[in-house]
């Protein structure tokens, strides 16, 4: 049981990526998954989130409007999309499975959270470097 992340890389700023969180040894798509990020010398921080059903998607301030968060069931992966991508988005993203938003009931499947502290299994995470 695992999640592994990819796609980061080298941008410049006002560029995009998108990234791939990829679960093996379970179904994603019961879960509400989320994307975060550290920048160095930070705490991990909010980003974004999927619900279980995929129906509800919620975003920190600071992605809002830039950032998209998607399933792809049937390649049991979520992704995130990253438009106007700025320096200050610079740090490595992490995607992670909170096990207790699941789909075993319809409120814990409609609704995620952007809190880090909230989720259980976490990826590896993918470096993300915005150039001025």
């Known amino acids: 049981v695992q999640l592994q992340a990819s796609g980061g890389g080298l941008v410049q700023a006002g560029g995009s990526l998108r990234l791939s969180c990829a679960a093996f040894?379970?179904?994603?798509?019961?879960?509400?998954t989320g994307w975060f990020r550290q920048a160095p010398g930070k705490e991990r921080e909010g980003g974004q989130c999927?619900?279980?059903?995929?129906?509800?998607?919620y975003y920190a301030d600071s992605v809002k409007g830039r950032f998209t968060i998607s399933r792809d069931n049937a390649r049991n992966t979520v992704y995130l999309q990253m438009n106007s991508l700025k320096p200050e988005d610079t740090a490595v993203y992490y995607c992670a499975v909170d096990e207790q938003m699941n789909r075993s009931t319809y409120y814990t499947g409609s609704y995620c959270y952007i809190l880090p502290e909230e989720y259980d299994l976490w990826g590896q995470g993918t470096l993300v470097t915005v150039s001025s």
């Open positions: 040894g379970f179904n994603l798509d019961y879960y509400a």
């Open positions: 999927i619900s279980g059903s995929g129906g509800s998607t």
